[in-house]
């Protein structure tokens, strides 16, 4: 219980200092970019005679730069998002397997409806508890307490559907389908920008921001707002892709586990009003694994 509960609080102080980091990091890049932009633009670090010269060069030469980051940013981030949307099905195909078997498993004996119900409560309470804690990269790659509960569920499925030929065979298709879309979850998760392209986007992303300081205005208020909105503009989407990209880290784009903790809670809740034992069922589970 006590390492639930600090699992639980790891999780909430971890999501809430990540939220805080995104208005930290705009923060920080808004006074980087201002003291910059005061270096370059106002403590003449830039010759006014050099940027009376190039005045008609520069707006061409960085509007080129924009259309470029602009294409290139675009197409990575509708692979992101199309893959986003992928994991995102995918995720909610896995729960909605788990709970039709659930309901399914109404039709067998009590005591086999009972243990096939522990069994995916238990999988989906071990998932829950290993996306609540700090190692969230194993959720992408193999967790394995996560895989042992799953084996635990077909076991128990391989043994019924052989006694129940009539409803067995339907009732482990639901397994087998809900097997494979967490096979797909894990290996979208693990479908990153390779290093090559993110350095890329980092350079492209920092030459939108240090470009924009070049470009020339009369007013130097109306040159600092202008090129602060391009800049900031161009980090956010760098922040946007960078979110896409880790998709069980807290953020906008986040595989949370609210359904998870929905379809727990359900299947308890029945559990017990059957009689079921749930801690002694927990503890015997504990016991068995160390």
Aim: without cysteine; hydrophobic residues 45%.
């Amino acid at each position: 219980m006590l390492k639930k509960i600090e699992l639980m609080l790891d999780a909430k102080l971890y999501s809430r200092l990540y939220k805080r980091s995104i208005i930290i990091k705009i923060v920080v890049f808004i006074i980087a970019f201002s003291v910059l932009f005061w270096y370059i633009r106002v403590n003449q670090g830039l010759s006014d005679y050099h940027l009376e010269q190039d005045l008609r060069s520069i707006p061409y030469l960085f509007s080129a730069g924009n259309l470029i980051f602009s294409i290139i940013s675009g197409s990575i981030f509708w692979i992101q998002w199309g893959k986003w949307d992928r994991l995102n099905d995918v995720n909610h195909g896995e729960i909605n397997m788990l709970r039709q078997l659930y309901i399914l498993a109404h039709h067998f004996p009590r005591d086999e409806m009972n243990d096939i119900r522990f069994r995916i409560y238990y999988y989906v309470k071990t998932y829950i508890e290993a996306s609540d804690g700090k190692s969230l990269r194993l959720l992408e790659t193999r967790s394995q307490n996560v895989d042992d509960a799953l084996v635990k569920i077909e076991d128990s499925m391989f043994g019924v559907s052989k006694k129940h030929p009539d409803v067995g065979p339907m009732a482990f298709g639901f397994l087998t389908r809900a097997m494979e879309y967490r096979e797909q979850k894990i290996h979208l998760s693990n479908q990153q920008l390779p290093l090559g392209v993110r350095v890329f986007v980092m350079f492209a992303t920092f030459s939108v921001i240090f470009g924009s300081l070049f470009v020339p205005f009369n007013s130097i208020l109306y040159n600092y707002y202008f090129t602060l909105v391009d800049a900031l503009l161009a980090f956010g989407v760098f922040l946007i892709i960078e979110d896409f990209d880790h998709p069980y880290r807290p953020g906008n784009f986040v595989l949370n586990v609210n359904l998870y903790k929905i379809l727990m809670e359900e299947i308890r809740t029945k559990l017990e009003q059957r009689g079921f034992d749930i801690e002694a069922a927990e503890a015997k589970e504990t016991k068995t694994a160390s």
